[in-house]
């Protein structure tokens, strides 16, 4: 009886048109012995069981099938909407941590937050920067998108890469007022865009990381934050942290200093 009723409740909330909650992610969804996946459910799990969660949802899928997983915090009717990203290359783990943090917490009020903690599941799962094809998802984005090899392949196209294109029609549904896209480990608040100077600032104070201009080694092409800044109405940004972060910059410093940038609380 109790796994007639695991297996109906996502259907009879969905016919009610309400939201499916975090526990309520198909198991299917995720592949079995996957550890990235893995973590990836018992996180669903744990949302849940704090309540901070309101949606949870599969934005798209990976090279290698993995599931793309978008949580929805906050107040959904805020103006205030923002979406804060993290593990576009795979090998920049620690600050999805923050968002973790963020999604099984107290219940957030004073805006509409999503987290995505891990943008790109086949390099978190294989422990790469680049996602299971080979590309270095951010410089796949349509904006002075130019052919790059090695460390930095920007892939055969603009956009040729599944999980470029899943987080392109997230944010552009969406429309956050604010992104950031969390990497390592260059320990900074990027302040090279004029369009979000006053946010690199807030998130400097907040996050206790120093102010700098991140050139992408020979200037950048193709990055999420230039596609973004240049195509919607919103301010995309790119912190770094170093290449260790501490327990308090995971558990306390980034989620406070996050949901104080944006003028929520919880
Ligand atoms: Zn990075």
Same mark, same amino acid.
């Given at each position: 009886?109790?796994?007639?009723?695991?297996?109906?409740?996502?259907?009879?909330?969905?016919?009610?048109?309400?939201?499916?909650?975090?526990?309520?992610?198909?198991?299917?969804?995720?592949?079995?012995?996957?550890?990235?996946?893995?973590?990836?459910?018992?996180?669903?799990?744990?949302?849940?069981?704090?309540?901070?969660?309101?949606?949870?949802?599969?934005?798209?899928?990976?090279?290698?099938?993995?599931?793309?997983?978008?949580?929805?915090?906050?107040?959904?009717?805020?103006?205030?909407?923002?979406?804060?990203?993290?593990?576009?290359?795979?090998?920049?783990?620690?600050?999805?941590?923050?968002?973790?943090?963020?999604?099984?917490?107290?219940?957030? !009020?004073?805006?509409?937050?999503?987290?995505?903690?891990?943008?790109?599941?086949?390099?978190?799962?294989?422990?790469?920067?680049?996602?299971?094809?080979?590309?270095?998802?951010?410089?796949?984005?349509?904006?002075?998108?130019?052919? %790059?090899?090695?460390?930095?392949?920007?892939?055969?196209?603009?956009?040729?890469?599944?999980?470029?294109?899943?987080?392109?029609?997230?944010?552009?549904?969406?429309?956050?007022?604010?992104?950031?896209?969390?990497? %390592?480990?260059?320990?900074?608040?990027?302040?090279?865009?004029?369009?979000?100077?006053?946010?690199?600032?807030?998130?400097?104070? $907040?996050?206790?990381?120093?102010?700098?201009?991140?050139?992408?080694?020979?200037?950048?092409?193709?990055?999420?934050? %230039?596609?973004?800044?240049? !195509? %919607?109405?919103?301010?995309?940004?790119?912190?770094? $942290?170093?290449?260790?972060?501490?327990?308090?910059?995971?558990?306390?410093?980034?989620?406070?200093?996050?949901?104080?940038?944006?003028?929520?609380?919880?």
């Amino acid at each position: 009886m109790p796994r007639i009723a695991g297996r109906l409740l996502p259907v009879l909330l969905l016919a009610a048109g309400l939201a499916l909650p975090a526990s309520a992610v198909p198991a299917a969804a995720l592949p079995a012995s996957d550890p990235a996946a893995t973590a990836l459910a018992a996180g669903a799990t744990a949302g849940a069981r704090a309540g901070a969660v309101l949606e949870t949802r599969i934005i798209g899928r990976s090279v290698e099938g993995r599931p793309i997983l978008a949580w929805r915090l906050g107040d959904p009717t805020s103006p205030v909407k923002a979406v804060f990203l993290a593990t576009i290359h795979g090998n920049e783990a620690q600050p999805a941590r923050i968002l973790a943090d963020l999604r099984d917490g107290r219940p957030i !009020t004073g805006a509409d937050v999503w987290v995505v903690p891990y943008l790109n599941p086949d390099g978190y799962q294989h422990h790469s920067r680049r996602n299971a094809a080979g590309v270095d998802l951010n410089r796949n984005f349509p904006v002075h998108w130019i052919r %790059q090899f090695g460390s930095y392949d920007s892939g055969p196209s603009a956009a040729s890469e599944p999980e470029t294109r899943a987080i392109m029609a997230f944010l552009t549904e969406v429309r956050p007022r604010w992104v950031v896209s969390f990497h %390592q480990p260059l320990d900074g608040v990027d302040q090279s865009y004029a369009k979000t100077r006053r946010l690199a600032h807030r998130l400097s104070r $907040y996050l206790h990381l120093p102010l700098k201009r991140f050139s992408c080694n020979n200037g950048c092409h193709g990055t999420l934050t %230039q596609w973004f800044n240049a !195509t %919607q109405p919103g301010r995309a940004i790119t912190v770094e $942290y170093g290449a260790r972060m501490t327990w308090r910059q995971k558990n306390v410093i980034g989620p406070r200093g996050l949901l104080r940038t944006i003028h929520a609380r919880r």
